[in-house]
């Protein structure tokens, strides 16, 4: 277990491998532990670093706002003390809606971007997600944790068909304060990239699965609208966590993109971009 000290607390996180880095940012609710098997594959060929956002896992929970942007200084920071200069970034849900933010935000940061199951647009979330982003809603279920989480074990096999899955999200929702769970679904559900999109020049792939019912399953179709050199793969029997649904095919996939040579960097800039939160093929993965 490793940890840094921020401005806004600590961050925890899990390093494993050698070589070049690449950055692992889980979803809403999640950790660092979603990467566990992706890590393991990646890290024969790169270092890889899995974090844990403020709010989530074992990272620092007394704060006062957990919006996407505060995910995406947090980005900046850990890569600025661990002395990261330039990296790939692989987000998973509300992880890759940070991703594209730090590559619009810090476009010297990021060398290629990856998104799994993100939204681009907020209102793709899942109707009980949106619920989740409301004050009342949100108090009323943390405070039912108990019939919360065992209602997310009973829907579990209709989420990911990965039957440690329920387990996973269990301990991970044991560690979630009411903050964290309500503020940053809530920033989530008012983001929309799609005005940005276009300032994203580095390489770009978006992976979804066609039975993700947690993020409507073709927000890939936004994300290659504004970024249109983007290489989309598609999982057809996938849901929302291709990673843990079939974990050989989508860490071939992501290795064979991570592998392409990279674009040169982007010239560095005094001020960080504004950020509002508010012809490419497809392949489908056997």
Same mark, same amino acid.
């Given at each position: ?8 607390? +600590? ?65 900046? %920071? ?5 002395g990261i200069v330039r ?20 476009? %010297?940061?990021?060398?290629?971007? $990856? ?22 809603? &949100? ?19 209709f989420i990911c068909r ?39 020049? $580095?390489? &770009? ?8 019912? +947690? ?5 890939? %179709? ?15 029997l996938a849901g929302h ?9 989508? &860490?071939?996939?992501?290795? &064979? ?11 560095? %800039? ?17």
């Amino acid at each position: 277990m490793s940890s840094i000290t921020t401005d806004q607390g +600590i961050v925890h996180y899990e390093v494993y491998g050698r070589g070049k880095p690449v950055i692992l940012l889980h979803g809403w609710l999640g950790s660092w532990g979603l990467w566990q098997e992706t890590m393991s594959f990646l890290g024969r060929y790169y270092r890889t670093y899995a974090l844990d956002f403020w709010g989530f896992g074992e990272s620092g929970k007394k704060r006062d706002t957990y919006a996407v942007q505060d995910f995406v200084s947090l980005v900046d %920071q850990f890569m600025e003390q661990l002395g990261i200069v330039r990296a790939p970034l692989v987000g998973h849900s509300m992880g890759g809606t940070v991703s594209l933010s730090v590559a619009i935000r810090y476009p %010297q940061r990021v060398s290629k971007v $990856v998104v799994v199951g993100s939204p681009i647009v907020g209102s793709s979330l899942a109707f009980p997600l949106k619920l989740a982003g409301m004050r009342p809603i &949100a108090f009323l279920l943390f405070n039912m944790m108990s019939a919360f989480r065992l209602g997310l074990r009973i829907a579990s096999p209709f989420i990911c068909r990965d039957e440690r899955f329920a387990d996973m999200m269990d301990r991970d929702l044991s560690r979630t304060t009411l903050e964290s769970f309500l503020l940053s679904i809530a920033s989530l559900r008012r983001t929309d990239l799609r005005p940005m999109l276009d300032q994203i020049k $580095v390489p &770009a792939m978006g992976i979804y699965g066609d039975r993700d019912n +947690i993020v409507h399953p073709k927000q890939w %179709q936004p994300m290659l609208k504004g970024i249109p050199h983007a290489q989309i793969e598609r999982f057809p029997l996938a849901g929302h966590f291709p990673m843990l649904e079939e974990p050989e095919t989508f &860490a071939q996939k992501l290795k &064979a993109f991570l592998d392409q040579e990279a674009s040169p960097a982007p010239a560095a %800039q005094s001020q960080p971009s504004p950020l509002n939160t508010s012809a490419t093929s497809v392949t489908l993965a056997p």
